[in-house]
């Protein structure tokens, strides 16, 4: 498998992802060197579009999201594309495909940013054509089905033509660089490991608060809400990530192997320990926004906020709590990993007055992305009154300490994964699996108790019920 591909087919390549995320991904890594010379590009899509007109439309799409600082030369980039009509449903056609496609001089990767129900139509085509030999892999974008027996279906039909080592599943936090740093963190640093565990950490938060609201997804995200566009993949695999053990390398197998343990550890969870919530009419940032209803122009019961309190039952983590949230039409964008300590075990300057605050490590990935860690510190004085402990941060801002580096989108690094052949950052089929079996415990616990979205106003944290959730255990959501 370590072959570089020469060969890209982009399924979906006049879709939204491909204009936003996998044509400036794949033109910024060419633009610093990194794509091999030969690399050939071919855009696949129903639209009628020759050659030159699908250049000019990759060309409108990189002017309007590259950043302007990292626009430059387009000329190579784009003779590196050509594009070949095709209705994916049908069987007519995928030997043009081929045609267009030539003869991979190493190998071929393809990737699938196409509805789900075309994956297996597809699969079949490829294969009628030739195009699934031992130098193909097979990229698959999300959403992975709609519940375990829909996953499985999926993943069914693509095992019918690529082997697990030749299928790439992305979920593109893995390819956040914060995201990866949570392991440089946690495993190339001697301190955290001895504490991290049941006996010094109190809680864990995982928040992936957005702003955004519906933006024009109204189909997709009526039918999916929040716990399955948000927490079945990019949430449980920050958590997976947080509550691992240490793989013993990082490759793909490794690391794949320590995550889905965890998933498979997650204890079923009761409907009385999530929230759900749907957003009203209010305000953003002093912007009024519409109520989701409106937005959608119907009552719907999905969920735009999700709160779950979890359980990853084993010894490491007996008895730790972990609180997730994430929504839609929160205060602001903010993702991030709060590990709350335990209290020391005895306090020497009890006695003199001062209180102590557990320590506290904040991983923030994005917007910002920081790590701060909370320490107890004495403010200075004579303490003739008693002595006053105050918490103070350690913070380590990623962009200072890494001023001259580039930062990349997360597409750049699971293109060029892909391209390369490395499934580290990618989820596998037991991954996905063990996900899914969560989520659909929590949803038909929802659904045998008639549990509906509480309300709460766009530009709040969600409902109260979020905040009683973690405040029943004496823990406040970090903000
Ligand atoms: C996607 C979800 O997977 O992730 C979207 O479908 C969400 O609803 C997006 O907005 C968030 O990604 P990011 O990288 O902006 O945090």
Redesign the pocket.
């Known amino acids: 498998m370590s072959f570089t591909a020469d060969r890209l087919l982009l399924f979906g390549a006049t879709g939204d992802l491909a204009q936003r995320m996998l044509l400036p991904s794949l033109f910024a890594l060419d633009a610093d060197g990194l794509l091999a010379p030969d690399l050939k590009i071919v855009g696949t899509a129903r639209s009628q579009m020759t050659d030159g007109e699908y250049r000019n439309f990759a060309r409108a799409a990189l002017e309007k999201y590259l950043p302007a600082d990292r626009r430059g030369r387009m000329a190579e980039f784009l003779n590196r594309l050509s594009y070949q009509p095709l209705d994916a449903t049908t069987l007519e056609g995928y030997d043009d495909l081929a045609a267009k496609v030539g003869t991979p001089q190493r190998g071929l990767a393809i990737f699938l940013s196409t509805a789900p129900s075309l994956f297996g139509p597809t699969i079949k085509g490829l294969q009628s054509a030739g195009l699934t030999g031992e130098t193909v892999r097979m990229c698959l974008e ?1 959403p992975l089905g709609t519940d375990l027996a829909s996953s499985c279906e999926i993943n069914d039909a693509v095992a019918a033509a690529f082997p697990e080592d030749r299928i790439f599943r992305i979920d ?1 936090y893995l390819g956040k660089e914060t995201v990866q740093n949570l392991l440089a963190l946690r495993f190339a640093n001697i301190m955290f490991e001895p504490l991290w565990n049941a006996a010094h950490i109190d809680h864990v938060q995982i928040t992936v608060a ?1 702003t ?1 609201g519906l933006e024009g997804r109204v189909a997709f995200y009526d039918d999916a809400g929040a716990i399955r ?2 927490v079945q993949n ?1 949430m449980l695999q920050l958590l997976a990530l947080v509550a691992m053990e240490p793989p013993a390398h990082f490759d793909a197998t490794a690391v794949r192997d320590e995550k889905v343990k965890v998933l498979r550890a997650l204890r079923p969870v009761e409907p009385a320990q999530t929230v759900t919530g749907q957003y009203r009419a209010g305000a953003i940032q002093g912007n009024a926004v519409p109520g989701y209803d409106e937005e959608l122009g119907k009552d719907s019961d999905t969920e735009t906020f999700v709160a779950i309190k979890a359980h990853v039952d084993n010894w490491r983590w007996k008895g730790v709590p972990f609180y997730l949230r994430t929504g839609k039409r929160m205060p602001k964008r903010v ?1 991030e990993i709060v590990i709350q300590f335990a209290c020391v075990p005895h306090s020497i300057f009890e006695g003199k007055g001062a209180t102590m605050q557990p320590n506290r490590l904040v991983i923030g990935i ?1 917007p910002e992305e920081n790590i701060t860690l909370s320490l107890m510190a004495k403010v200075p004085g004579l303490d003739r009154e008693g002595i006053r402990l105050r918490s103070v941060p350690l913070n380590i801002a990623m962009p200072d300490a890494f001023s001259g580096a580039v930062r990349r989108i997360a597409y750049e690094r699971l293109l060029l994964d892909l391209v390369e052949g490395d499934q580290t950052l990618f989820v596998r089929r037991d991954e996905v699996e063990a996900q899914w079996e969560w989520v659909d415990a929590i949803r038909a616990g929802w659904k045998a108790d008639d549990i509906t979205p509480k309300t709460y106003t766009a530009g709040s944290w969600g409902p109260s019920a979020a905040i009683a959730l973690a405040e029943r255990d004496g823990v406040t959501w970090h903000e």
């Open positions: 999300k593109h957005e955004v566009d948000m990019h993702t994005q």
